[in-house]
């Protein structure tokens, strides 16, 4: 019927028939609007974005669904994991998101896009990776350049140079000082370092000149041994040495080196016993040792590039390091001694020599136990994070924290502070003085989302790395001249700290992106640095009931070691007291409870339990899980229910004790792969940190319906706050 007969048909009926279909006509499409919205509702009972997704993929990937919750969570929660960590090679569930971090890291560094959106120190930076990938532009002029640097500092290698080699013009000091300001290792006799003197109150102490002999670990680290002699002579041969001395030069160099370790080592192990006490500071005019003279303040004056009066405090305690150094001086020949000099320079700048060479150097460490094979990429890049410390760390910070994120974890925070405020106040065992201390420390407890704030400050972060000072880069250079414009900046800013007031919490600047989370007892500070805030423990884009499961359980757990004793019984420390003697002996009845369940399972696992170290971390399990069970409960009051994952038949709140555990899961039989869970001294066994905080939970069982009396619900709990 075409649209013309319609309309015939239509208009020959009667007004009552055309009023009748008009009114069919509305019920008919109100019937199927209300479908369609119904079908909607149903369909926004679920989230089906490609994060939840991912997120109930996740929880397949690690729930055994055989198991039974009731009566074993651990193999509930984690045993697909288990059953799949072989074939993945993952020995913990945060393997994953460990990996992922790398990765990420990484990037920043490699990527080779445009940079005119990226700060200039991270440009720097991929520059210098990029001229270290370079090894075209290596093989052309490596040589040449590290003869040059070698030059000016030793008037060259000995044995390269032999009878043009100018004994005249040597002088100890003299290389020290040449490699300072060229950027380059150069505490090679002598090691001029900082020693911060914070006051009791870890707050605005003062920094000072140390002088020290050079790390007896880090002269050995240069190689010189009997075995390497033999690699050192070829490398040697390459750069151009034909005398048939050399072997037995290089035997000579080796001893002295031996000699400066032995006499360095005595040193370390004299002053490891008085490290306690406080150490001897006198000012750089009344440094005077009886037979190595020394102009002290022009030594120093050029070695730290600050002008110093002569009146400034100097920690000098190596009169008998100095005694030993003279005559040790006094008995090699200065050509050994900068043949000494030469290898170190040629040795710490390896990266930047041909392949020949290389090649030879990757002899020696053959026959070192810590050596990893790995490639240029690999080589490149811990060169690059290892001379531009703080600026790809400080960017991952900063794209990875974004703002949003940064406000959702804050309410989160927020809102289990307001639980732990509730716990404080409903604690029994807690009397009325120790109630207010710990009020009035969680009122005052600072988070740093990400780290602290200097990451997300440019201008704060070039000062603090010193590269505010470089105006010019040398773009398109050998990676050797970028490298000693990184050092000599980061040497620099090092010395420009002397005898400035300094909080011992600046230390904390450089960031560290590691999946891990930190409360400081001594600053009141919980820090969530921003790889956890990502992967399976926090996801903006999927239901709030498994970021409090998963991250939530992390700052509950962070936030109860606030409350810890273990800063109440040092003596020594000047912390504040939170606790009196009555409130301290109650809660040691409580925490009994805890030790006994940790020791329990310890004798059923066939291992040993260690109370002292872990009865704080498993009280911090056990409240943090709750706090944010109820800090979500809140939530939950103030913003609503939330969808659930597809393809999951869990209700949300039984997704919250899962991702409160599967974060957790853990094969021992991968121990050497793992960075985290296994190896980790104090905390509880990963297993009883999942199990032991669901048994004692006064909220658990309900979610799960296990029925009293069961191995997750004894009757008997423990329980620490209310």
């Not at 609007?33 to 909607?40: I, M």
């Not at 009886?290 to 030594?299: E, H, M, P, T």
């Not at 924290?401 to 927020?414: A, F, G, L, R, Y």
């Not at 640095?529 to 499961?549: E, K």
Request: contains cysteine; charged residues 25%.
């Amino acid at each position: 019927m075409g649209w013309s007969e319609i309309k015939g048909w239509y208009y020959g009926k009667s007004k009552l028939e055309k009023v009748l279909l008009c009114c069919v006509s509305f019920l008919v499409v109100l019937i199927i609007v209300l479908f369609v919205c119904f079908l909607t509702s149903h369909d926004n009972e679920v989230c089906t974005n490609p994060e939840c997704i991912r997120a109930s993929v996740h929880l397949l990937d690690s729930v055994d669904l055989d198991a039974d919750p009731c009566e074993d969570f651990y193999a509930f929660a984690c045993g697909n994991f288990v059953k799949n960590a072989f074939s993945k090679g993952h020995p913990t569930s945060l393997y994953a998101l460990n990996e992922l971090t790398t990765n990420q890291l990484k990037q920043i560094v490699v990527e080779d896009r445009n940079n005119s959106d990226l700060p200039r120190t991270v440009v720097f930076q991929r520059q210098f990776y990029k001229a270290c990938m370079d090894t075209e532009e290596i093989e052309k002029h490596g040589d040449e350049r590290i003869f040059n640097l070698l030059d000016e500092v030793v008037g060259g290698w000995p044995i390269l140079k032999m009878a043009n080699w100018n004994e005249a013009n040597y002088d100890w000091k003299k290389p020290m000082i040449a490699a300072r300001k060229l950027g380059l290792f150069h505490q090679f006799f002598i090691s001029v370092e900082l020693y911060h003197n914070y006051t009791k109150q870890y707050t605005n102490g003062k920094s000072f000149l140390w002088l020290r002999p050079p790390s007896s670990t880090e002269i050995v680290s240069f190689h010189f041994n009997d075995t390497s002699v033999e690699f050192i002579h070829n490398i040697a041969k390459l750069l151009g040495a034909d005398s048939v001395d050399v072997k037995q030069e290089l035997r000579i160099t080796n001893t002295f080196a031996e000699n400066l370790r032995v006499i360095a080592e005595k040193y370390e192990n004299k002053t490891q016993v008085q490290n306690s006490k406080e150490k001897t500071k006198i000012s750089i005019k009344e440094i005077d040792h009886k037979l190595l003279k020394v102009d002290w303040l022009n030594f120093l004056r050029d070695m730290t590039g600050i002008h110093l009066s002569g009146k400034e405090k100097v920690i000098f305690d190596i009169d008998d390091y100095l005694t030993d150094l003279y005559y040790l001086f006094h008995r090699t020949h200065k050509k050994d001694q900068a043949n000494f000099v030469a290898w170190i320079i040629l040795s710490t700048n390896i990266n930047y020599l041909p392949e020949k060479i290389r090649d030879q150097y990757d002899e020696i460490l053959t026959n070192d136990e810590n050596k990893k094979e790995s490639s240029r990429k690999d080589q490149c890049y811990k060169l690059s994070t290892g001379l531009f410390k703080m600026i790809a760390e400080s960017e991952y910070i900063r794209r990875y924290t974004t703002p949003v994120k940064k406000h959702e974890i804050q309410s989160m925070i927020d809102y289990i502070k307001a639980e732990m405020k509730d716990a404080i106040k409903s604690t029994q065992w807690i009397d009325i003085h120790s109630r207010s201390n710990a009020l009035r420390r969680l009122e005052n407890v600072t988070t740093y989302i990400g780290w602290l704030d200097v990451a997300f400050n440019l201008t704060k972060l070039e000062e603090l790395t010193g590269f505010n000072k470089v105006k010019h880069f040398p773009e398109n250079g050998l990676a050797i001249d970028m490298a000693m414009v990184a050092l000599k900046t980061k040497y620099d800013k090092f010395y420009s700290q002397i005898h400035h007031k300094i909080n011992e919490l600046e230390t904390l600047t450089n960031p560290k992106v590691e999946v891990n989370a930190y409360y400081m007892y001594k600053y009141n500070v919980l820090i969530l640095p921003a790889p956890i805030l990502q992967g399976i423990i926090f996801n903006l884009h999927r239901p709030n009931y498994m970021n409090y499961g998963a991250l939530g359980s992390v700052i509950g757990h962070e936030l109860t070691h606030g409350f810890s004793i273990m800063y109440e019984r040092n003596e020594d420390d000047d912390y504040e007291k939170l606790w009196t003697n009555g409130t301290l002996e109650k809660r040691g009845e409580i925490v009994e409870c805890i030790k006994n369940s940790y020791d329990d399972f310890s004798i059923e696992q066939g291992r040993q339990s260690d109370n002292s170290t872990s009865t704080e971390e498993n009280i911090a399990d056990f409240n943090g899980v709750n706090l944010a069970y109820n800090a979500y409960r809140n939530w939950i009051r103030d913003h609503g229910g939330e969808p659930v994952l597809p393809g999951i038949k869990f209700t949300p709140n039984q997704i919250f004790w899962i991702m409160a555990s599967t974060y957790m899961c853990y094969e021992p039989e991968l121990a050497d792969k793992d960075t985290v869970l296994g190896k980790d001294k104090y905390h509880g066994a990963p297993k009883f940190r999942v199990l032991g905080r669901i048994i004692n939970s006064p909220y658990f069982a309900y979610d799960f319906k296990c029925p009293e009396g069961s191995k997750m619900n004894p009757r008997e709990k423990c329980r620490i706050f209310i």
